[in-house]
């Protein structure tokens, strides 16, 4: 399987379709809360508001990730997809914290709510959110940037259905409370798909090897090498959400003390884990002893 990064050329549409469809429901949304007295709605297309601010941070990373950056950045402007990604979740976290907030504000609240209109809009952002967060379907476990967009719209997804769930109710039993509730389930449920999203972006900021590399096989893989004693100094970073780097030092016999060994070793890390730039120094060894202990010089 290979793993060689290959972003698909629509990925910018996407990223323009998803913000003006959103930005165009916001408008709705928040004219249609005024007019059917629904905070729900009014606290739905706020939120929206921030996943749209959501969407365009990633996008314009991504653009920028693209540009060429002066010399002193060598490996360009592609890092801005990691502080993007942890924005992002920033964001969610934000997100989350104010729906909570809003949802116990509302437990008190009898306010007459036409019912009617709160379900119709907000099934209109099931279809908006719904067609926006497939367009990134494909892409969101390539790139955890996109996967904090696409974790955006569904998080919108979730509170509108929990908007036609307590519009029906309020319709049907007058139950006001439910809605508080349902905000409240889809708090929860954001804040647990958002967590990992926050975690991994931490990791990445600090330089830690990315979630989908499998450092012992990989090891493995490197010690399976024909002519190799030993290895040491692996190391592996991010340099964007979709990029990842190592360099390693091999040992090897003498025969073996050619590039063949390293190309080799090149093409199946490369072939076999998403790592898209590769580094590796020779250093001959006479036998195939290590004067130490062999496993304090792999890694």
Not at 45 to 70: E, G, T
Not at 222 to 227: A, P, V
Not at 279 to 299: F, I, S, V, W, Y
Request: net charge negative; charged share 15%; proline share 2%.
């Amino acid at each position: 399987m290979s793993f060689k990064h290959q972003h698909k050329g629509n990925i910018n549409n996407k990223f323009i379709t998803g913000i003006v469809l959103n930005t165009a429901f916001i408008i709705i949304e928040l004219v249609y809360g005024v007019l059917a007295n629904s905070l729900a709605l009014v606290a739905d297309a706020i939120h929206n508001a921030a996943d749209v601010l959501s969407l365009f941070l990633s996008w314009f990373s991504f653009l920028l990730a693209r540009k060429k950056a002066p010399e002193k950045f060598t490996y360009g402007y592609k890092n801005l997809t990691i502080f993007a990604t942890f924005i992002n979740a920033i964001l969610l976290f934000l997100s989350v914290g104010a729906m909570i907030w809003e949802s116990f504000e509302r437990l008190g609240n009898h306010e007459t709510v036409n019912s009617g209109i709160v379900i119709l809009v907000a099934f209109g952002g099931v279809i908006i959110n719904g067609l926006s967060a497939f367009l990134f379907f494909d892409e969101r476990r390539s790139d955890i940037n996109i996967e904090g967009a696409f974790l955006h719209l569904l998080s919108d997804i979730l509170v509108s259905v929990g908007v036609i769930v307590a519009g029906f109710f309020i319709w049907w039993r007058s139950w006001y409370w439910i809605d508080s509730v349902m905000g409240l389930l889809a708090a929860i449920v954001i804040m647990i798909s958002s967590w990992k999203l926050f975690k991994e972006s931490l990791n990445l900021i600090l330089g830690a090897i990315p979630a989908a590399i499998d450092l012992e096989k990989l090891k493995i893989m490197i010690l399976q090498s024909k002519g190799l004693v030993t290895f040491h100094d692996l190391h592996i970073w991010p340099i964007s959400t979709t990029e990842t780097a190592l360099s390693v030092h091999l040992v090897v016999l003498p025969e073996s003390f050619n590039e063949e060994v390293t190309t080799k070793l090149e093409e199946s890390i490369k072939n076999n884990f998403p790592i898209h730039h590769v580094t590796m120094q020779l250093e001959k060894r006479d036998n195939n002893e290590c004067p130490t202990d062999c496993a304090l010089h792999q890694g």
